[in-house]
């Protein structure tokens, strides 16, 4: 089956820095791939659409300038937290989407990433 | 605008009890999809149904059924004989029939913690 890969699966950094997520569909090519964020025992939020080749579309609310996506290839995005505070703490979660016939099939989502900003 | 509504927070109910789950969504769009996705503790999203909006038939898969009337936006999930390994957060979502780099983005409800104890 269709398997997504995250990495790292928790990190911890201090306040300021900046962190990097990478999502992988490892066994299909995903033009389009979706990162959620997941406060404690709260539902998941869409932040972003991540387009192959184009700029991601971002979710009412988020700082585009705060949260980078880059999809540069048909298997990887990457989040990138940039100056990270503590309130930026939470599940991060990507998905992707594997086509057929130009049909969006199903998303398949990676495991989640911990962040915690100290 | 899109909107799920799981309007039970928490569920508990003691092993080999039925349980459901419920759904309400709001959608202007003829064609769409619904899912259930089941999130344990270690957080990750396991996929459980996808239903698109044309097929109402009720779909059974073991110990899992669901019940999907339009007429009243509703897409109900039963677990029947629960076990202890059903405690989870679950999740219904939804999703359009999109093209280009705005299809299958998922609207997620808030969730449901079901807690079966032995």
């Known amino acids: 089956g269709a398997v997504v890969s995250q990495h790292p699966s928790r990190v911890i950094c201090k306040s300021g820095t900046s962190v990097k997520i990478e999502c992988r569909s490892l066994?299909?090519?995903?033009?389009?791939m979706f990162w959620y964020r997941q406060f404690p025992k709260q539902s998941l939020m869409l932040m972003a659409t991540?387009?192959?080749?184009?700029?991601?579309?971002?979710e009412q609310g988020v700082e585009k300038d705060k949260f980078l996506i880059n999809h540069a290839s048909l298997t990887l995005s990457t989040l990138t937290v940039t100056s990270a505070h503590p309130e930026d703490s939470s599940f991060y979660i990507c998905?992707?989407?594997?086509?057929?016939?130009?049909?969006?099939?199903?998303?398949?989502f990676g495991p989640g990433t911990r962040l915690l900003v100290l | 605008a899109q909107k799920v509504t799981q309007a039970q927070t928490e569920i508990s109910v003691v092993e080999k009890e039925d349980v459901t789950l419920d759904c309400v969504y709001e959608t202007r769009d003829t064609t769409y999809y619904l899912f259930w996705y089941k999130q344990p503790p270690s957080g990750e999203l396991v996929f459980l149904i996808r239903r698109n909006s044309f097929d109402e038939q009720n779909e059974i898969s073991g110990r899992y059924s669901w019940n999907f009337q339009k007429s009243t936006s509703s897409f109900n999930f039963t677990i029947t004989a629960s076990q202890v390994v059903d405690s989870a957060v679950y999740f219904c979502?939804?999703?359009?029939?999109?093209?280009?780099?705005?299809?299958?983005?998922?609207?997620f409800g808030q969730g449901t913690e079901l807690s079966v104890k032995p």
């Open positions: 991540s387009n192959e080749g184009s700029k991601a579309t971002y």
């Open positions: 066994d299909f090519q995903a033009t389009t």
């Open positions: 998905s992707a989407n594997r086509e057929l016939a130009g049909i969006q099939e199903t998303q398949y």
């Open positions: 979502a939804l999703s359009e029939e999109g093209f280009g780099n705005q299809g299958g983005k998922l609207i």
